[in-house]
Nanobody, 113 residues
Framework: QVQLVESGGGLVQAGGSLRLSCTAS???????MGWYRQSPGKQRELVAT???????NYADSVKGRFTISRDNAKKTVYLQMNSLQPEDTAAYYC????????WGQGTQVTVSS
């Protein structure tokens, strides 16, 4: 079973940037990978996906601000987050597009106004 470890979260002021990383214990190369986020009391939301070939897709709420990328050799998926807003505050997770791996612990992103 592939294990996922997310990192890179933190506290940032509105307008700031963070880069999240998700490193897997096994190969991710064949999977469509995604970044999700979840705020207290809300359902987990898929914010970005990337195919094995590098095609990307974004939720409207983050389009133009977030960039997903991957390095298959490093078994790592990244999420560059720019122009962060308080509404981006959430725990961020990565997983396959179908959520097929065991969920990691996530990384907390907190954006202050």
């Amino acid at each position: 079973q592939v294990q996922l470890v997310e990192s890179g979260g933190g506290l940032v002021q509105a307008g700031g940037s963070l880069r999240l990383s998700c490193t897997a214990s096994g190969s991710l190369s064949i999977f469509v990978m995604g970044w999700y986020r979840q705020s207290p009391g809300k359902q987990r939301e898929l914010v970005a996906t990337i195919t094995s070939g590098g095609s990307t897709n974004y939720a409207d709420s983050v389009k133009g601000r977030f960039t997903i990328s991957r390095d298959n050799a490093k078994k790592t998926v990244y999420l560059q987050m720019n122009s962060l807003q308080p509404e981006d505050t959430a725990a961020y997770y990565c997983n396959t597009r179908s959520g097929g791996f065991k969920w990691g612990q996530g990384t907390q992103v907190t954006v202050s106004s």
